[in-house]
């Protein structure tokens, strides 16, 4: 599982608002050009990307593992033709081209995931979105950040219960919204509590926010994503 | 020294309320990513995703339903693992499987608008199984169409193509969770917040 270690890159020293521009500007160019020159360039670009937050390559292709197996298996299923010649091999040469931009821009993607504190990404979001929506997100995802690990353990818990009587042998549908009403329920307690502890302490819509600077290493990122983002036009 | 003065806007109860509903939702959107059901006649396991996206439609209603999964997007996006695959970042949002997430967003919001016509919420356990029902299927047509339809257009399939890859594997498992979907709001255990 991929996530935030603190480290000393440029990329972790990096603005979070230029390097969500530069996953933008990224994915934007990768998904107007499949052709192999750009698709060179691009792989060139994120090895860059890859070596400057120093992303652990293994850990990172395990982690995806899963979208790796499908986005490989994807241009055999293009390439079968039903009728002679029963593989196409064009068809199947674009759709590999396709899939391999997806797996780039998940890299890439990896590598903001490893080099950027929670904080900062809300803090980027608070300070990018403007007003009352910005507020609802912001302090929405710190509480679905928080909350995660402990309703992660309240699940957890039901399934064990669940496996102690014999719960697990009954039919998928019983199963399912077993855990789902006493997952759904146990939620909404702590949701509850949860809205009145938040009152309690004067929840406002305008809280103080840490403060965010772009710093002279920010320009050229944002140069190059904007760059990216015009290369998809043309 | 200076002194900062601001008046304090404070948030309305219900808003807090329905707030804290959608974001604990969100997260445990996040947290039942990585379970699964096995299913006996289906290589696809049932995960238990989709049921929450439903149920946000139903009981968070067509405003905060939507809310919900946009929370949890955002959450995916900055870098929690939580889509499916335990796998988070913008780049599953734009990758193959991001049509389903941009699918679950509207899904809620439909399947909300359907069931409380409105944005006062009403108690789903008592509407009439019907609408229900065809919200449901709306609700997947819409979460599956472009789920399907986007990656078909990302990676160059065609319609057949992207059928046989986005949908046809998950049919079994979508027919379950509907029923226990329904199963559950016409338990009458989930009341929604009524202003």
């Known amino acids: ?234 | 020294m200076d002194t900062h003065r601001e008046s304090v806007e404070v948030v309305d109860d219900a808003v807090v309320r329905s707030f804290a509903r959608a974001a604990l939702l969100a997260a445990l959107i996040g947290a039942a990513a990585p379970v699964s059901i096995p299913l006996p006649f289906s290589p696809v396991p049932i995960t238990l995703q989709v049921l929450f996206v439903f149920l946000a439609g139903l009981v968070l209603g067509p405003v905060w339903g939507p809310i919900s999964i946009l929370l949890y997007i955002t959450a995916g996006a900055a870098g929690l693992p939580i889509f499916a695959e335990m796998r988070g970042g913008i780049g599953v949002l734009v990758g193959h499987t991001g049509g389903y997430l941009w699918g679950y967003l509207i899904a809620a919001g439909l399947i909300g608008l359907l069931v409380h016509r409105g944005t006062d919420l009403r108690d789903p356990a008592e509407e009439p199984l019907p609408v229900v029902v065809v919200a449901l299927v709306a609700g997947t047509i819409v979460i599956y169409g472009l789920g399907a339809g986007y990656m078909a257009w990302l990676l160059e399939l065609d319609a057949w193509e992207a059928f046989l890859a986005g949908v046809a594997p998950f049919i079994p498992g979508e027919l379950l969770k509907m029923a226990a979907a329904i199963a559950i709001v016409k338990s009458g255990r989930i009341a929604p917040i009524q202003s």
């Open chain 1, 1 to 234: 599982m991929l996530s935030y270690e603190p480290d000393d890159t440029v990329v972790h020293r990096l603005d979070p608002r230029s390097k969500l521009a530069f996953q933008i500007g990224f994915a934007a160019a990768a998904l107007a050009h499949a052709t192999p020159r750009a698709l060179i360039a691009l792989t060139g670009l994120c090895a860059v990307v890859l070596a400057a937050a120093r992303v652990p390559i293994r850990e990172t292709l395990y982690a995806y593992r899963l979208a790796v197996a499908v986005l490989a298996f994807v241009p055999l299923v293009a390439a079968v033709t039903f009728g002679p010649p029963w593989i196409d091999v064009d068809d199947g040469i674009v759709s590999a081209r396709a899939s391999y931009r997806v797996f780039l821009i998940l890299l890439v993607s990896a590598a903001y995931v490893r080099s950027t504190p929670v904080r900062h990404s809300r803090a980027a979001i608070q300070r990018t979105v403007p007003g009352k929506p910005g507020q609802i997100l912001g302090v929405g995802v710190a509480l679905v950040f928080r909350f995660f690990p402990v309703l992660q353990a309240d699940l957890r818990t039901i399934r064990e219960a669940m496996a102690a009587r014999l719960g697990d042998e009954r039919g998928p549908v019983e199963r399912a919204s077993t855990i789902a009403i006493l997952g759904l329920t146990r939620t909404f307690e702590r949701a509850d509590r949860l809205a009145l502890a938040l009152q309690a302490r004067c929840f406002a819509w305008n809280p103080t926010m840490p403060p965010l600077t772009f710093s002279r290493s920010d320009v050229p990122v944002l140069g190059l994503s904007g760059a990216l983002v015009l290369a998809a036009f043309l």
